[in-house]
């Protein structure tokens, strides 16, 4: 099945940028100093889970950080990720849900005094966004002088747009640079250039956290290239970690790619048990009933659990009818 590249970007920034140090640090240098002023950057942690609401889960890349203020009280700090190159019309109802979860559930807490909102959108795409940011009036309708209609209640928020920025302007600690360097190698057109975007890592002396950082890094071009339908090559690897490593990145690099081989043949036998045993079960079926409705049909091949496959064949072989085989699949 075909990665999609927002699935691979969302993940990536939720797992760099959910470390309270970068998120920290993104605030720092990228958001409105107005704001930041205002915030003990050393307090900042993970916001209650249950402030985002019950559908925050599905969310995969938006982030909220519960942060102190130096004069009393929180601010919630929103980053949303958005990977695309079309509009952020979704952005503005998005946001508005998120701060109405989060001062219901400090509510119901009895607070008297609820957190302030920050939103900040990271973009990326192959353009900047040259448009005026979407508003939530812009759904809404009109008066007949075209202004809209109703007492409106906006949500602003800032954007940070990635590909409008200078690679080599790019600011912050080693771990946020690497971040944002790598997104904007991966999503501003120069793929095949990521290696200068992994430079930063000289500057880390904990050898542990080098390595385990050039893994998670190597991990996401990999799926990444892989979305844009292309492979991750160990020559290009290897160039990548050879100003860094100095030579002592083959082990690396021989471990890195020995390991996805083994990942990736495992998966492969295990397709083809599984592919094996869904051909088994619609063979019988055929064979008894001679026709399989599609519904069925769908359910069957989109199973992926050889033990359940193992027994849905026996119960193929066994049951009266068609129609007493699918009462048992749901």
């Known amino acids: 099945m075909k990665v999609k590249p927002g699935n691979v970007f969302d993940a990536f920034t939720k797992q760099m940028f959910g470390r309270v140090v970068v998120f920290a640090d993104f605030l720092a240098h990228y958001a409105d100093p107005m704001f930041v002023d205002e915030i003990d950057l050393n307090k900042i942690k993970p916001a209650p889970t249950h402030y985002i609401g019950k559908d925050g889960s599905e969310r995969i890349a938006d982030l909220i950080f519960q942060c102190p203020l130096k004069g009393g009280g929180n601010l919630m700090a929103v980053i949303v990720f958005e990977h695309q190159s079309g509009n952020l019309k979704k952005v ?9 979860a989060i001062w219901d559930a400090e509510t119901k807490e009895g607070k008297k005094v609820l957190s302030a909102p920050y939103f900040i959108v990271l973009r990326t795409a192959r353009k900047p966004y040259r448009k005026a940011f979407p508003k939530m009036s812009d759904s809404l309708p009109k008066r007949r002088d075209g202004k809209p209609l109703g007492k409106l209640v906006e949500i602003e928020y800032d954007v940070v747009d990635l590909p409008a920025w200078d690679f080599h302007e790019l600011v912050g600690g080693t771990v946020l640079r690497l971040a944002l360097g790598i997104l904007h190698k991966m ?35 990999g799926k ?36 996805r081989e083994d990942i990736a043949e495992a998966r492969g ?18 064979a008894r009933f001679h026709r399989i409705p599609k519904g069925t049909e769908k359910v069957i091949l989109q199973m992926k659990d050889p033990t359940a ?22």
């Open 187 to 221: 999503t501003g057109g120069a793929e095949d250039e990521f290696p200068e975007a992994l430079l930063p890592l000289r500057e880390i002396s904990d050898s542990g956290q080098k390595i385990e950082l050039t893994q998670e890094l190597l991990l996401f071009v």
């Open 309 to 330: 496959l193992d027994s849905w064949i026996a119960h193929a072989a066994t049951c009266q009818s068609i129609d007493e085989f699918a009462k048992a699949l749901k």
């Open 269 to 286: 036998e295990a397709k083809g048990k599984t592919e094996g045993k869904t051909e088994a079960v619609l063979t019988c079926l055929r």
């Open 92 to 100: 503005p109802n998005k946001l508005l849900k998120y701060i109405s």
């Open 224 to 259: 990444a290239l892989s979305a844009h339908n292309r492979r991750l090559e160990e020559a290009a690897v290897g160039e990548a970690l050879k100003p860094i490593f100095q030579d002592k990145e083959k082990t690396m690099i021989k471990s890195f790619f020995e390991e």
